[in-house]
């Protein structure tokens, strides 16, 4: 472990050029003489031209050992190897600040230039209208299950819940608490293996708001068309497919993501919200829920998630870098639409999904047997592709391709899903 923590801080700290201290340098990171000890007899055992060739790769930024998987997780997800490049390079010393943004006051002049050029890159990525607020909040979408009736349900006291999913769902209870809110459409007749069809005459007229999950994690469906609401302001959770695709602001009273799957690490969620629903908060909602307090602040009532909001703004660089969501919905599509025509071509694997409601973030499938389930996610996890085991209520696979995902890693599950139908054959 000392050695371990020994080379890591070597490198960071031949990157920072404090190379010219060694006595400084090896107490600072070796504090007792157990680790001291380990270290020689470590380095005792390495030809010197092995040692200049490690600190010389580490002082032109050279890779040591990486080895990346494709990793297929739902969240927290990957995030682009520029993107995580970048912060590398700025981890210890951010600009000319003399110190990473994670020590960083959020009342510095550096770090407010920070959270204002991440409002300003995801609202020239989304085409937000001058008319919303963009927050960057805490306590992850689920917080949002009670911060948008606590905020909203201050009129007639009625929501509408489309129930499409498991969140959505947990959202409709968690509303349930402080008012009338009712089911407008559900599909969990089917398992949540289709989005429902609703129409205006759907939802009560006299309802504060309208709630649907935009794109279902966990069952991997998505909503193909925006619920027609009239007067009755939309709120969507965006969390598993915000930034994938164009999507039409003004359509939604509220839009609220978790950040951990296609914008940053997680630990930030942002809300946009149209400005006419501010200042509609119920009298018991908490300071930290009430949206009006928060924009107010520009969201920094209390110190903000600030790693996490750095890191949002490098993702929204990076995808408008690419040629911004136009450009992403095409490599979503490309790669989404690989996976599906394969599970569409053979009958190995089985797509539970309808083929209207699939998500072009989140592919399930299933063998149809348990024990091949579990044996497929064993072994592509021994292959490099990790993170595939379905959800325990849906079971079977799934495979997360958020925005970070290469074309390649697709190719290869794909490729990994043949082979494996190959040496496993069904009785």
Request: some cysteine; hydrophobic content about 40%; aromatic content about 10%.
């Amino acid at each position: 472990m000392g050695i371990c923590y020994f080379i890591n801080g070597a490198l960071n700290t031949l990157l920072c050029d404090a190379a010219d201290k060694p006595g400084l340098f090896f107490n600072n990171l070796l504090y007792n003489s157990h680790e001291r000890k380990a270290v020689r007899r470590f380095f005792k055992c390495r030809s010197k031209r092995w040692l200049a060739q490690l600190f010389a790769g580490a002082v032109q930024g050279v890779h040591i050992t990486m080895k990346r998987v494709y990793n297929f997780s739902a969240g927290p997800s990957m995030l682009p190897l520029p993107v995580l490049e970048q912060a590398q390079k700025e981890l210890v010393c951010y600009g000319d600040s003399g110190m990473s943004v994670m020590e960083m006051s959020h009342r510095s002049a550096e770090f407010e230039e920070i959270i204002a050029g991440a409002e300003s890159a995801l609202r020239k990525l989304m085409n937000i209208p001058e008319n919303y607020k963009v927050l960057f909040l805490q306590g992850g979408a689920s917080t949002q299950f009670a911060a948008v009736p606590l905020n909203l349900l201050s009129g007639s006291g009625k929501a509408d819940y489309i129930i499409s999913g498991q969140f959505s769902k947990k959202a409709y209870d968690e509303a349930g608490k402080y008012g009338d809110v009712v089911v407008a459409a559900s599909s969990k007749d089917k398992n949540f293996s289709y989005v429902p069809k609703v129409d205006r005459s759907s939802f009560r007229p006299d309802a504060d708001y309208a709630h649907i999950c935009y794109n279902n994690t966990i069952y991997g469906t998505k909503f193909p068309y925006i619920p027609e609401t009239g007067d009755i302001p939309l709120v969507a959770d965006m969390s598993s497919c915000i930034i994938s695709e164009p999507v039409d602001v003004s359509k939604f009273g509220v839009i609220y993501a978790g950040a951990q799957k296609n914008m940053a690490p997680a630990g930030v969620t942002v809300v946009i919200i149209r400005e006419d629903l501010l200042g509609r908060a119920r009298p018991e909602t908490p300071a930290m829920l009430n949206y009006k307090i928060m924009a107010d602040n520009d969201s920094m009532y209390n110190t903000p998630p600030c790693y996490s909001i750095y890191m949002l703004k490098l993702v929204a660089e990076w995808v408008l870098s690419l040629g911004g969501l136009e450009e992403m919905q095409r490599m979503n599509q490309r790669k989404a639409s690989a996976l599906y025509d394969y599970l569409d071509s053979q009958d190995y694997y089985f797509a539970p999904v309808s083929a209207e409601s699939r998500s072009m973030m989140n592919v399930t499938f299933v063998t149809g047997d348990e024990t091949l389930d579990k044996k497929f996610a064993k072994e592509a996890s021994a292959a490099g592709l990790k993170n595939l085991k379905g959800h325990r209520s849906v079971g079977g696979m799934r495979a997360s391709i958020y925005n970070a995902m290469p074309y390649e890693g697709v190719v290869t599950l794909i490729e990994f899903m043949k082979e494996f139908a190959k040496n496993n054959p069904k009785g």
